[in-house]
């Protein structure tokens, strides 16, 4: 049964009508006429007929009771739906019972390490913020989890396993739950070919752990504080293999090359070539590489190193097309590459025509406003490094430095790699485009790596507490990847809003809880199709 409008001449009737199969066929029977709608609204008749039906069933909305002894409470579930399912789907969590199966925890490990994981894709934070923040979210087996829970879980991933000397420090739980994620997903990664490393830092705010902190180079403009190096490992998917950590004052250079020992050596990876930025790499450190017969495609420092800013930048010919320039911006940007042979290394000089242009035009306008600004007097220009780099400055006068300008103009639209590879130059100039499809990762690594403020003092805590966002990005990842498989692609925000706008209201009225879950709105609906997760229902009796 149902209620409908029935409109007659100028007034609308109220009337509940019965569907009723006869012969194969539907037809609709009035049951009853309630009266006009004008006159029903005016004297408030409808709200009185819903509060009077509500009596015989037990799913109603109880609210519309109007009693005072109701009760009610709003959670937040549309988080724990997703990544719940897709934490059990990535073996994450049977990795960590399987590493808790001889262990006498009195509470629930396992929970407390999701609950600071999905913490740290919706708001990230500290874990005492975790502590207070799981009140207002519907997170099964945390409701007696308390903080000195959520530090002792970071203390069992950042347990020490061995006390083997490196320059990674020594083996945790964490490396065990890699190793053991990584083996589950064998079929993931069995085509590895491509592996993609970079690195940040994360600043402590006191003194961080006896083996981590420590001062040094600071992407966070910090130096200040004591630190720590992170890395993250990917594969050609973007997917995450690992995570490594480093004291604060380990330069990039001297990560590399440890790295690639325990790839090889954990994962049992025979042959892959590494893709790195300019930053990750030294002459030490390609020539380790070359020594070990490691294939890689590495972006090279072209204003730096003086033979491929002198010599290589200027060898004679010409450049084959990859990419022609269109206007269509949703295809690939124009391309073009040319190989150059110097000293038994090769180099592949790759040439974008667009941005060429527009790194003209941007150097022009600063040229332009440093005209303006040298008639105010050169004191105005100290601390402008964009207008310095353009500048000759003798005996307290400052002029622009038109040898400066024409030699900078060389760089325009340009990137050199070095690679050992036998890959095409078209080749290894589309494989290292791809890190900058995977750099859009790196950025979600260090986003999910702010984990600030950082207050643990011991090393196992630090290492659990950073790891954990790194857990956090691999469900992430996986998310992405349900999604595009049906097509799907959205931004991270969204996808955050709408999933805390889906709610459960628990109502308790006279010893019967009842628990209603609020509209799907936005994007909501399509990630839980996308994962595979049911909605629950609207209405549902609690016992």
């Known amino acids: 049964m149902f ?4 409109k007659s001449g100028k007034y609308q009737y109220l009337q509940i009508v019965e569907n009723k199969k006869e012969q194969g066929k539907v037809k609709q029977r009035v049951i009853a006429t309630v009266g006009r709608m004008d006159q029903l609204h005016y004297k408030s008749r409808v709200e009185t007929l819903i509060r009077s039906l509500a009596r015989f069933s037990e799913k109603a909305l109880l609210i519309l009771s109007g009693k005072s002894d109701i009760k009610a409470d709003s ?74 829970h959520l530090y002792r879980a970071m203390t069992f991933l950042g347990e020490c396993i061995t006390d083997e000397a490196s320059a990674l420090g020594p083996r945790r739980n964490k490396d065990l739950m890699e190793e053991m994620m990584f083996q589950r997903n064998r079929d993931l990664f069995s085509e590895l070919d491509l592996v993609f490393f970079d690195t940040t830092s994360i600043y402590f705010e006191g003194q961080g752990g006896e083996f981590f902190g420590n001062r040094g180079f600071s992407k966070d403009h910090r130096p200040d504080l004591h630190q720590m190096v992170v890395g993250a490992v990917l594969d050609d998917n973007g997917r995450p293999i690992c995570c490594e950590m480093w004291p604060g004052n380990t330069t990039d250079v001297k990560t590399m090359m440890p790295v690639v020992d325990r790839l090889r050596h954990r994962f049992g990876i025979g042959q892959f070539c590494i893709v790195a930025d300019r930053g990750m790499i030294s002459t030490d450190t390609i020539s380790r590489l070359d020594a070990q017969q490691m294939p890689y ?43 150059v042979i110097h000293n038994d290394t090769r180099y592949i000089i790759c040439l974008n025509e667009r941005q060429a242009r527009k790194d003209a035009a941007d150097r022009q306008a ?5 005209k303006k600004q040298l008639k105010k007097g050169p004191k105005v220009l100290v601390g402008n490094k964009g207008y310095r780099k353009y500048l000759k400055v003798q005996k307290g006068s400052a002029q622009i430095d038109t040898a400066k300008v024409e030699g900078e103009s060389r760089f325009d639209g340009k990137w050199v790699l070095t690679t050992n590879t036998n890959l095409s130059p078209e080749q290894v100039a589309l494989k290292y485009k791809e890190l900058w499809r995977v750099e859009r990762v ?84 399509k990630i839980f199709q996308s994962v595979g997760v049911a909605l629950p229902p609207t209405i549902k009796a609690l016992s």
């Open 297 to 339: 495609i590495l972006g090279a420092r072209m204003r730096r190193v003086k033979e491929i800013k002198t010599k290589i930048l200027s060898r004679a010919g010409r450049y084959k097309e990859v990419y022609p320039e269109n206007a269509d911006r949703s295809k690939p940007s124009p391309l073009k590459v040319k190989e």
């Open 442 to 525: 790196f950025r979600d690594v260090k986003s999910l790596l702010d984990t600030r403020p950082v207050y643990h003092q011991k090393d196992e805590n630090i290492a659990g507490h950073v790891f954990c966002s790194f857990l956090a990005l691999v469900l992430r990842k996986d998310l992405d990847r349900c999604l595009a498989e049906n097509k799907h692609q959205f931004e991270w925000n969204d996808i955050k809003q709408d999933l805390k706008a889906l709610k459960r209201v628990e109502i308790e009225e006279s010893g019967q809880r009842f628990a209603i879950r609020s509209e799907c709105k936005g994007v909501c609906g």
């Open 3 to 6: 209620a409908r409008i029935k």
């Open 366 to 370: 600063i040229i332009e406003s440093l």
């Open 75 to 148: 959670l937040t579930i549309g988080p724990t739906l997703i990544f719940q399912r897709l934490w059990e789907e990535s073996g994450i969590q049977d990795v960590i019972r399987h590493l808790l199966a001889e262990r006498k925890f009195e509470f629930d490990v396992e929970r407390a390490i999701f609950l600071t994981v999905l913490h740290r894709l919706m708001t990230s934070g500290s874990d005492r913020h975790c502590d207070r923040w799981k009140r207002d979210y519907l997170i099964p087996g945390t409701e007696d989890l308390d903080l000195h």
